[in-house]
């Protein structure tokens, strides 16, 4: 008894001395962005770390995506993932080693930001790769540090996965995997159950028939048909779906024409839907290609409307059992009441797609970046709302604690199903 607790002493006596080589890594990987899909430079720099600490490296799984294997004697494997891609957003924090970079998104170029923090998350994982990899003796088993790409497009996951990650690696005892978010530095919630939303994403192409502006007799109005489908589809949540049952149905996009005095062929919609369910789900999409069809039918449209998938998230459930066993050992740890219990959020993570495919239990948590003194004020004035949140230009995690937390929760989540050392 005591060996585990003793072996995650072992494990993290190195971090204080790793930390100026992990805090230059980081701001590193910040400052050079890379967008989903195009993560070269962070896939190399994760690459050269895990080779140099002693890992087996597979490199362009799924495309950019590098996994790490580092056998240590008998005992369970644990597969650690961190997404690596940064957003087309112009970074606004005026931090010294803010980004200035400029990317190619299709044939344009478009300014780039760690804006969701996944910089934060190759630095952690870095960071627990190397310590498992300096002390030996404090564990046994399989350690995997999986470095993803494209996690804020929905591809990245799926892309590994149809890589073969699960027929060309060691199958997992469990899946972890943590997202930096606003919330007091070096704080961890999770819940079990439910932690992130499903996410799908569709255009919708409506069909009319142009004509001059000051002639709507002779035309098909597809701007009134689309203004009709957008107010329409705001009843799915308030009308169809019970109160107790979340959803968000939010038109992101809506264009339609060019002037003011014709009257254009179509209309496009972009639409999101967030949900924690599947029957709701299932539920809230038959509705929206109901609505989308009778709307169309009703102002006599030519065509029925086309509607495309642009992308999908699955769920992010942490299976019971394994959350408990993971909270657990951060209760153990940290100090006073930094482990909370979260909320689901709204957010989407293709996170789940690993242990919902391979069937290995799952577990995701947070770990607040913002300075605890900002957040403390923002609490007690009813303003956490207004504080930068991902995706924000000004989202800036403060470095520490937030590095170090990070690196000691998934130190300790990994300890807890790796075996202890024999001694
Ligand atoms: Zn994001
Ligand atoms: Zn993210």
């Given at each position: 008894?005591?060996?585990?607790?003793?072996?995650?002493?072992?494990?993290?006596?190195?971090?204080?001395t790793?930390?100026?080589d992990?805090?230059?890594?980081?701001?590193?990987?910040h400052?050079?962005?890379?967008?989903?899909?195009?993560?070269?430079?962070?896939a190399?720099?994760?690459?050269?770390?895990?080779?140099?600490?002693?890992?087996?490296?597979?490199?362009?799984?799924?495309?950019?995506?590098?996994?790490?294997?580092?056998?240590?004697?008998?005992?369970?494997?644990v597969?650690?993932?961190?997404?690596m891609?940064?957003?087309?957003?112009?970074?606004?924090?005026?931090?010294?080693?803010?980004?200035?970079?400029?990317?190619?998104?299709?044939?344009?170029?478009?300014?780039?930001?760690?804006?969701?923090g996944h910089?934060?998350?190759?630095?952690?994982?870095?960071?627990?790769?190397?310590?498992?990899?300096?002390?030996?003796?404090?564990?046994?088993?399989?350690?995997?540090?999986?470095?993803q790409?494209?996690?804020?497009?929905?591809?990245?996951?799926?892309?590994?996965?149809?890589?073969?990650?699960?027929?060309r690696?060691?199958?997992?005892?469990?899946?972890?995997?943590q997202?930096?978010?606003?919330?007091?530095?070096?704080?961890?919630?999770t819940?079990?159950?439910?932690?992130?939303?499903?996410?799908?994403?569709?255009?919708?192409?409506?069909?009319?028939?142009?004509?001059?502006?000051?002639?709507?007799?002779?035309?098909?109005?597809?701007?009134?048909?689309?203004?009709?489908?957008?107010?329409?589809?705001?009843?799915?949540?308030?009308?169809?779906?019970?109160?107790?049952?979340?959803?968000v149905?939010?038109?992101?996009?809506?264009?339609?024409?060019?002037?003011?005095?014709?009257?254009?062929d179509?209309?496009i919609?972009?639409?999101?839907?967030?949900?924690?369910d599947?029957?709701?789900?299932?539920?809230?999409?038959?509705?929206?290609?109901r609505?989308?069809?009778?709307?169309?039918?009703?102002s006599?449209?030519?065509?029925k409307?086309?509607?495309?998938?642009?992308?999908?998230?699955p769920?992010?459930?942490?299976?019971?059992?394994?959350?408990?066993?993971?909270?657990?050992?951060?209760?153990?740890?940290?100090?006073?009441?930094?482990?909370?219990?979260?909320?689901?959020?709204?957010?989407?993570?293709?996170?789940?797609?690993?242990?919902?495919?391979?069937q290995?239990?799952?577990?995701f948590?947070?770990?607040?970046?913002?300075?605890?003194?900002?957040?403390?004020?923002?609490?007690?004035?009813?303003?956490?709302?207004?504080l930068?949140?991902?995706?924000?230009?000004?989202?800036?995690?403060?470095?520490?604690p937030?590095l170090?937390?990070?690196?000691?929760?998934m130190?300790?989540?990994?300890?807890?199903w790796?075996?202890?050392?024999?001694?």
């Open positions: 008894m005591g060996d585990k607790a003793e072996g995650v002493q072992n494990l993290l006596a190195y971090l204080h790793l930390l100026p992990l805090e230059s890594v980081y701001k590193d990987i400052s050079h962005p890379e967008l989903s899909m195009q993560e070269n430079r962070t190399g720099i994760a690459a050269d770390r895990l080779r140099a600490a002693g890992y087996e490296v597979a490199t362009g799984v799924g495309k950019t995506g590098v996994v790490g294997v580092l056998r240590n004697g008998d005992g369970p494997a597969m650690l993932r961190a997404d891609d940064a957003l087309p957003v112009r970074e606004a924090t005026g931090l010294p080693y803010a980004s200035r970079v400029n990317a190619d998104q299709n044939g344009k170029s478009v300014p780039v930001m760690h804006a969701c910089d934060m998350h190759v630095t952690w994982l870095i960071g627990t790769a190397t310590l498992f990899a300096r002390s030996r003796s404090a564990w046994r088993g399989t350690l995997m540090p999986v470095f790409p494209a996690e804020e497009t929905g591809a990245g996951a799926q892309a590994m996965i149809n890589d073969g990650l699960f027929t690696f060691p199958k997992p005892t469990a899946i972890l995997g997202h930096v978010m606003v919330g007091s530095s070096g704080e961890i919630g819940r079990s159950g439910v932690i992130t939303s499903a996410g799908d994403s569709f255009e919708i192409r409506m069909f009319g028939r142009g004509a001059h502006g000051s002639m709507p007799q002779a035309s098909i109005d597809p701007v009134v048909m689309a203004a009709s489908t957008v107010l329409r589809l705001q009843t799915i949540v308030s009308r169809e779906l019970a109160p107790t049952d979340a959803a149905v939010t038109v992101g996009s809506l264009q339609a024409g060019t002037k003011e005095n014709v009257i254009p179509e209309a919609l972009k639409l999101n839907v967030r949900t924690f599947e029957v709701v789900r299932k539920k809230v999409l038959a509705a929206i290609e609505i989308v069809n009778a709307e169309a039918e009703a006599r449209a030519p065509k409307p086309e509607i495309t998938l642009l992308d999908r998230y769920l992010v459930k942490n299976d019971p059992e394994a959350t408990r066993r993971t909270v657990d050992a951060f209760r153990n740890y940290f100090q006073g009441d930094r482990v909370k219990d979260t909320q689901p959020t709204t957010a989407s993570e293709d996170f789940g797609s690993f242990g919902a495919e391979w290995v239990p799952a577990v948590w947070f770990v607040g970046g913002t300075d605890p003194a900002t957040y403390a004020k923002a609490k007690e004035s009813g303003t956490v709302a207004d930068p949140t991902n995706h924000n230009p000004r989202f800036a995690p403060v470095i520490h937030t170090e937390a990070g690196v000691e929760a130190v300790v989540a990994s300890q807890a790796l075996s202890p050392s024999v001694h």
